[in-house]
């Protein structure tokens, strides 16, 4: 069972980045999912969540209005589109999904109760 992230990159402030979260091994379909990010010298936060059923979603502060989360249960993935991206949202990006909550919402998960970790994509934003 692997989520496996990739998207990040180098960009200049102001930019954009498409993370993408894939999902092997069994089906996520049913289970809240989410982004979290770790800056260098800081602890892990939640980014980002988005319901099993993808009606709802969730967004820190930092980033709402910039941020968006979706989600393909067909195809056992999940995205993370991120614009207007400023230097302070540099950090390792991870995915991640609560296999605690079938068919339930992310109320958990952004606690930090996760049960799979993505292994994490690097983003830089230059200034």
């Known amino acids: 069972v692997q989520l496996q992230a990739s998207g990040g990159g180098l960009v200049q402030a102001g930019g954009s980045l498409r993370l993408s979260c894939a999902a092997s091994g069994r089906t996520f379909s049913m289970y809240p999912m989410g982004w979290f990010r770790q800056a260098p010298g800081k602890e892990r936060e939640v980014v980002a969540a988005i319901s099993w059923s993808g009606d709802n979603t969730y967004y820190s502060n930092s980033v709402k209005g910039r941020f968006t989360i979706s989600r393909d249960k067909g195809k056992n993935t999940m995205d993370l589109q991120t614009n207007s991206l400023k230097p302070e949202d540099t950090a390792v990006y991870y995915c991640?999904?609560?296999?605690?909550?079938?068919?339930?919402?992310?109320?958990?998960?952004?606690?930090?109760?996760?049960?799979?970790w993505g292994q994490g994509t690097l983003v830089t934003v230059s200034s």
């Open positions: 991640a999904a609560d296999a605690g909550r079938r068919f339930g919402s992310f109320d958990s998960l952004i606690l930090g109760n996760v049960d799979y």
